[in-house]
């Protein structure tokens, strides 16, 4: 089972990620995190990789591509695996399916007004350690800045400030949106309202996947 996280920026797609990953046990891979990854250890690729994420454009399609085909095809990603941020273009989705025999692969997504993206976004703060993604209001209601798990500094991603945002926008209409009429045409989309709790959001991806993994456990014996 191959799940894809589709959405605009700041929609839920790394927060449903990881709840999808550690409801079913299926590894995620976050195209971002594994750029930034590169970025802060300024290995070549994260040198080249750095310019082009601060302006909010999308990194070169090879070097997306060499990073999430190196995640797909190792021994944890053979029962499944999500993806969160990639495919973001039609050259990545079809490069995605020359990749993999995969059985099954089901996208999500997850939809959010423009004015609650920026809303989002604007908000957001992620631990520098672990990823994981608070709200910035909610963190100082509670008085605590820190990761509650790593007790590091929250930080902003370079890339949420209101002029990238923009941009970032921008890009997602242009080249990500398209992606939207290619899945509707090969039956496995499944839009959702992102503009809800996470949880309401949750419950919907997990039982349209609960039906999902019940009809390809009918058809074929993994998943
Ligand atoms: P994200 O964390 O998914 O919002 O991605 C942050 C930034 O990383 C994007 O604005 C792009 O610059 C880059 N990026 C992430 N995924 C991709 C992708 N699949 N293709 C190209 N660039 C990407």
């Given at each position: 089972?191959?799940?894809?996280?589709?959405?605009?920026?700041?929609?839920?797609?790394?927060?449903?990620?990881?709840?999808?990953?550690?409801?079913?046990?299926?590894?995620?891979?976050?195209?971002?995190?594994?750029?930034?990854?590169?970025?802060?250890?300024?290995?070549?690729?994260?040198?080249?990789?750095?310019?082009?994420?601060?302006?909010?454009?999308?990194?070169?399609?090879?070097?997306?591509?060499?990073?999430?085909?190196?995640?797909?095809?190792?021994?944890?990603?053979?029962?499944?695996?999500?993806?969160?941020?990639?495919?973001?273009?039609?050259?990545?989705?079809?490069?995605?399916?020359?990749?993999?025999?995969?059985?099954?692969e089901i996208v999500f997504d997850l939809q959010l007004s423009e004015e609650n993206i920026i809303e989002r976004l604007s908000d957001r703060l992620i631990c520098p350690e672990c990823k994981a993604i608070y709200s910035?209001?909610?963190?100082?209601?509670?008085?605590?800045?820190?990761?509650?798990?790593?007790?590091?500094?929250?930080?902003?991603?370079?890339?949420?400030?209101?002029?990238?945002?923009?941009?970032?926008?921008?890009?997602?209409?242009?080249?990500?949106?398209?992606?939207?009429?290619?899945?509707?045409?090969?039956?496995?989309?499944?839009p959702i309202n992102g503009g809800r709790s996470i949880e309401q959001v949750f419950k919907d991806v997990c039982s349209i996947l609960d039906k999902e993994l019940n009809l390809s456990n009918l058809d074929y014996s993994?998943?």
């Amino acid at each position: 089972m191959r799940i894809i996280l589709l959405g605009p920026p700041g929609s839920g797609k790394g927060t449903q990620g990881d709840l999808i990953a550690e409801k079913y046990g299926y590894p995620k891979y976050s195209s971002g995190d594994l750029l930034r990854q590169a970025v802060k250890e300024n290995t070549p690729l994260g040198k080249e990789a750095a310019a082009i994420m601060k302006k909010g454009e999308l990194v070169d399609d090879e070097i997306v591509i060499e990073l999430i085909k190196d995640k797909i095809s190792g021994e944890e990603s053979k029962h499944g695996y999500i993806l969160d941020g990639f495919p973001r273009n039609l050259n990545q989705a079809k490069k995605l399916e020359s990749m993999t025999d995969t059985a099954r692969e089901i996208v999500f997504d997850l939809q959010l007004s423009e004015e609650n993206i920026i809303e989002r976004l604007s908000d957001r703060l992620i631990c520098p350690e672990c990823k994981a993604i608070y709200s910035g209001k909610d963190r100082k209601q509670k008085k605590n800045m820190k990761c509650e798990k790593c007790d590091l500094e929250l930080i902003q991603r370079a890339d949420d400030k209101p002029e990238v945002i923009r941009e970032r926008l921008r890009v997602y209409e242009e080249q990500t949106e398209p992606l939207i009429d290619y899945y509707k045409k090969k039956k496995n989309y499944y839009p959702i309202n992102g503009g809800r709790s996470i949880e309401q959001v949750f419950k919907d991806v997990c039982s349209i996947l609960d039906k999902e993994l019940n009809l390809s456990n009918l058809d074929y014996s993994s998943r």
